[in-house]
């Protein structure tokens, strides 16, 4: 995804933002057909985890922290943001709250990772390396993930379904999937 320097171009990217001919020929010099944006995959994930801290939880979680405790212990994060972003976790069915309790203490709660929830890891690789290649301080970055089986360093790399590479953004087309709702204007 992120090799040396290379990196998509501006051509890249007005390929990326080009649709592809639909089958009922709606394309041509009026541009691309307009698609109603209130069910995008996009806004909706965002709105679950397009926020600083969602994103520094999971991160976490990934990490093994599953106490309220140690969320705050290890990211600053103040209690009643965390509190908040635990609650939208869980009710999305990202995180699941989990009651266990110690010898002489109260019963309390930690929270789990659930398979949606597992299902956020590449997202989260691709956003750590990202920043490793953006944002990272000179001496390089914070932390190197690993494979534990052979120790090589993992990255998120993207693939079509019949399995080939895709190394930039030019080399994919959109269309109109089947959730596409097409917006009507009236004609002008």
């Known amino acids: 995804m992120l090799q040396g320097k290379a990196s998509a171009t501006a051509r890249d990217a007005d390929k990326m933002l080009t ?16 698609y ?3 069910n995008c995959s996009v806004a909706r994930t965002m709105e679950i985890l397009g926020e600083k ?30 509190s908040n972003r635990l609650s939208t976790l869980t009710s999305r069915g990202i995180l699941s709250k989990e009651t266990y309790r110690e010898p002489g203490v109260r019963p309390r709660a ?20 990202w ?36 190394a930039s953004a030019g080399e994919v087309s959109h269309r109109p999937g089947p959730g596409a709702r097409p917006v009507n204007h009236p004609p002008g």
Not at 20 to 29: E, I, K, N, V, Y
Not at 54 to 74: M, N, P, Y
Not at 111 to 123: E, N, Q, R, S, W
């Open 19 to 34: 649709w592809q001919a639909g089958t009922d020929g709606s394309r041509g010099d009026a541009g691309p057909p307009v």
């Open 36 to 38: 109603s944006m209130e």
């Open 53 to 82: 801290w969602t994103l520094l939880v999971l991160r976490d979680a990934f990490r093994g922290i599953r106490r309220f405790e140690d969320f705050i212990a290890q990211t600053g994060i103040p209690r009643q943001v965390l």
């Open 110 to 129: 930690e929270y789990v990772l659930t398979a949606k929830g597992l299902d956020v890891y590449p997202i989260l690789v691709a956003i750590r390396q």
């Open 131 to 166: 920043g490793d290649h953006y944002e990272a301080d000179p001496e390089g970055p914070p932390l190197v993930m690993e494979h534990r089986g052979c120790g090589a360093q993992v990255s998120a790399q993207l693939h079509c379904a019949a399995g080939h590479s895709v």
